[in-house]
């Protein structure tokens, strides 16, 4: 985002410490840039870049996301469906028992 973007969402409310500190952020992003410094420079004293390790390769969000395809994503889609036409006097007792349920018993996480 631009400063003049900034200043434009923020309105009379961007007050001088903030176009200061915008303003050194961008200074000090340029000079890095112009003077051609790595970032890992300025966290690694070694000549080299420092090796990476051998990460496992990370789930991106759309596989963490429950219900986001297959058989999860059809139950989803149907209980939304259902919980649509639902009453909200039934919609916040079905919550307040889901709730309930989901609450640990004396002092112990529910097993599941």
Known sequence: M?????????GPFFNVPLRKLFLFTHLATVTLRALEVPLYQLFYDGEEPPKLPNLPKRKSSEDIAWGSSGKD?????????????TEEADRKLLLHMAQKMARPRNGRAASN
């Open 2 to 10: 631009s400063y003049s973007e900034l200043q434009q969402q923020a």
């Open 73 to 85: 994503g059809r139950y989803l889609n149907k209980l939304r469906r259902l919980l649509a036409k």
